[in-house]
């Protein structure tokens, strides 16, 4: 079994602030971890993601994760967000098999 | 072409209408998802298809019925929906079938009066 868990709900931030989105997960195999982004109305877009190899991730707007296996944490961060920033953030993870579960999301608000 | 394009974007049903989800990809990819999201909630997994093969179905009432009729096609059959079941309905589609990176459509947004 595997599960997500992502304890704030949401997140506000001022923009040019840091931002630190939290994510652990529990999985009784090796796991690939993910981070996917959900504006109003749209589907599910894939930001980041972890399947071997260097635990530091990063995307191409300057997004970035790191896979800590001691602590089964997968936290997202962003050093300065901007208005675009503004979604749902949803942690994922996936035995190396079909099902992928979700954590429950995060909204992050950025104010300007 | 990297896009997973889902129709309609919007249906309104009846309890007692049959209606269809259609998703299609033309990415080669060989696996393809069915996802229900409720509003401020995460994409609960309702179908897996591999090779066009029904793999995983995660308990998932009757009244859905999915149809994967070729390698870029993915119908949903609705009948006999309740209320309940008024929700964002995703399809996402994935190169392999081992749980790597989801290609997502951007719904149809279902009501069911």
């Known amino acids: 079994a595997q599960s997500v868990t992502q304890l704030d709900s949401q997140v506000p931030v001022f923009e040019e602030a840091p931002v630190e989105l939290r994510c652990n997960y529990s999985?009784?195999?090796?796991?690939?971890l993910f981070w996917y982004v959900q504006y109003p109305n749209q589907g599910l877009q894939l930001l980041l993601k972890?399947?071997?190899?260097?635990?530091l991730v990063k995307s191409i707007n300057g997004f970035e994760a790191e896979f800590n296996k001691s602590q089964t944490s997968f936290h997202l961060r962003k050093p300065s967000v901007h208005i675009s920033d503004t979604a749902e953030y949803f942690c994922?993870?996936?035995?190396?098999?079909?099902?992928?579960?979700f954590g429950t999301g995060t909204k992050l608000q950025v104010i300007p | 072409d990297t896009e997973v394009t889902q129709t309609p974007k919007h249906l309104v049903m009846g309890m007692t209408n049959k209606k269809s989800l259609k998703c299609e990809q033309h990415?080669?990819?060989?696996?393809m998802y069915w996802y229900k999201q409720k509003a401020k909630k995460p994409p609960e997994l309702m179908f897996v298809?591999?090779?066009?093969?029904?793999?995983i179905n995660e308990s998932v009432p009757s009244r859905f019925s999915p149809e994967c009729p070729n390698s870029s096609l993915l119908n949903l059959h609705l009948h006999a929906l309740q209320p309940e079941d008024s929700a964002l309905y995703l399809c996402?589609?994935?190169?392999?079938?081992?749980?790597?990176?989801?290609?997502f459509g951007s719904g149809t947004q279902l009501s069911v009066l």
């Open positions: 990415m080669g990819h060989r696996a």
């Open positions: 999985s009784s195999v090796s796991v690939y």
């Open positions: 994922a993870v996936s035995g190396g098999y079909q099902k992928v579960t």
């Open positions: 972890y399947l071997s190899g260097s635990t």
């Open positions: 298809y591999s090779y066009e093969k029904l793999s």
């Open positions: 996402a589609s994935s190169r392999e079938d081992r749980g790597e990176k989801l290609f």
